[in-house]
């Protein structure tokens, strides 16, 4: 084979897998469509005056912190005005050397209560166990420091109820976020977990530390990362969901776990970068081997928001995070792949991943590179490169542009016609430099895994 005919091949082998990678997302987006109807139900019951049944199970809220004197008190308070019948909090005090623990003992009356600990899953010592006077739902465990994952496991030693909830100090709620993810649980008892899709908070409104109305953002690295969750991590999602292969939770998101099965897949891992989405995976592995039936479930209804970077450094680290968040899920639970019981899970879903979100982001950024140089060293032809550009931003916008259809179909979060014509133009531009950008970003992140480096969680401000 001379130059020329391996230059070609090689260009269309790139030109290929940019084809088989958007149009597997826009199927997804498509399979999604079928939830539509009962997102669309389930809307119309949300506006109906709630009347508990009796029948929906007491959830544990599992929220760990480490020096966030500031607003620690402010997002307790929040959580203690969730709209549910039967629940209580556990806030873990991961070995904060600021003032959290004191301004929690002050703002809610705590004291040290003597109660039976059971360690079912190995932590770091626990200082001291607080209950407070006022609320009866919650209790405050003081422990030393060993990563948010040590942190979650001493509060499910520590939680009562069959299901607990994990979140995180800057995680915004409504009011009734604990009834839209539980509603899972209530329809198929086979459910396992369930997680709920992230919003960007930017531009919205909070009262007393909970949603009150949405908005769009004013700086315009949030509104590009809007359309990015659209894309990736809200109908992708609910796509897999249908068919229970929902391997990755989004980063951010909140999950609701049936506390057994967790116990019984060994807790959480302190040795990963993304706790909640590697054990996601994991309890995927546990049950197929298990051969026992299941369902983890993803809600598509907006059940979390989260501030969202707003400069490019921040937004680089919190990229690169997430990219080794999923690749310690995924080569922590190699075993999943192709097993002989892998179902969707191991046949479909985690090839999917190796190939479109272990290794898209480098073959994303070799493939631009690849054809431009190929075409400024005159070695690929001026329709070949065009070509290329054609489907790699043509059908990026495609993914975009359908995503934000969908969510107009399904939530319309934004009412306003200027915001949805602001967010259209936003689907458009983001393919012609973001994407590629958090492709290098991403690309970064699993260089420095394979280095052994790994960026640690950063605060948004």
């Not at 005919?5 to 469509?33: E, H, P, R």
């Not at 019951?45 to 508990?52: F, G, K, S, V």
């Not at 739902?137 to 994952?149: C, F, S």
């Not at 989260?306 to 999923?326: D, S």
Request: with cysteine.
């Amino acid at each position: 084979m001379n130059l020329q005919s391996f230059m070609t091949a090689a260009t269309w082998c790139v030109i290929g897998y940019f084809i088989v990678s958007k149009i597997s997302y826009f199927l997804l987006n498509v399979l999604s469509i079928f939830n539509l109807h009962r997102i669309e139900q389930g809307k119309v019951l949300a506006d109906l005056p709630q009347i508990y049944s009796g029948l929906e199970p007491p959830i544990s809220l599992l929220l760990s912190t480490r020096n966030n004197a500031a607003t620690i008190a402010t997002s307790v308070h929040a959580l203690l005005r969730l709209d549910y019948p039967t629940f209580e909090i556990i806030v873990v005090n991961d070995g904060s050397h600021d003032a959290s623990l004191d301004n929690l003992i002050a703002a809610f009356d705590l004291h040290a209560f003597p109660e039976a600990y059971r360690i079912q899953l190995t932590t770091q010592p626990v200082r001291c166990i607080y209950r407070s006077t006022r609320y009866p739902n919650l209790r405050v465990i003081d422990k030393e420091y060993g990563g948010q994952a040590d942190a979650l496991n001493a509060g499910i030693n520590a939680s009562r109820y069959p299901l607990f909830c994990s979140v995180d100090d800057s995680t915004i709620l409504h009011r009734d976020s604990l009834r839209r993810i539980v509603a899972p649980f209530l329809n198929d008892n086979k459910v396992i977990a369930s997680t709920g899709a992230v919003r960007v908070a930017n531009g919205c409104e909070l009262k007393d530390g909970l949603l009150d109305r949405v908005a769009l953002p004013q700086h315009w690295l949030p509104l590009f990362q809007i359309i990015g969750n659209l894309r990736t991590s809200l109908f992708a999602p609910l796509g897999w969901s249908i068919l229970n292969g929902m391997l990755i939770m989004p980063a951010a998101g909140v999950g609701l776990f049936r506390k057994k099965v967790v116990l019984e897949a060994g807790g959480y891992r302190t040795d990963t970068t993304i706790e909640n989405m590697e054990l996601i995976v994991r309890m995927h592995r546990l049950m197929r081997k298990k051969r026992q039936a299941y369902q983890i479930t993803f809600v598509a209804d907006p059940v979390c928001w989260h501030q969202a970077p707003h400069n490019p450094t921040a937004l680089k680290n919190q990229r690169m995070r997430w990219q080794q968040g999923l690749l310690d899920s995924l080569s922590q639970n190699m075993g999943l792949l192709f097993s002989r019981n892998g179902g969707v899970p191991g046949h479909v879903a985690f090839p999917f991943f190796i190939l479109f979100e272990w290794l898209g982001p480098f073959i994303e950024l070799f493939g631009y590179i690849f054809i431009l140089l190929a075409y400024a060293c005159g070695l690929i032809s001026g329709q070949a490169c065009l070509a290329f550009f054609s489907v790699a931003i043509g059908l990026g916008i495609l993914l975009s542009v359908s995503g934000l259809l969908l969510e107009e179909m399904s939530f319309h979060l934004y009412p306003k016609t200027a915001d949805i014509a602001k967010l259209a133009g936003i689907a458009i531009i983001s393919n012609l430099g973001y994407r590629q950008l958090n492709a290098a970003w991403r690309s970064l992140g699993m260089a420095y895994w394979l280095m052994g480096r790994k960026n640690g969680r950063n605060k948004i401000e």
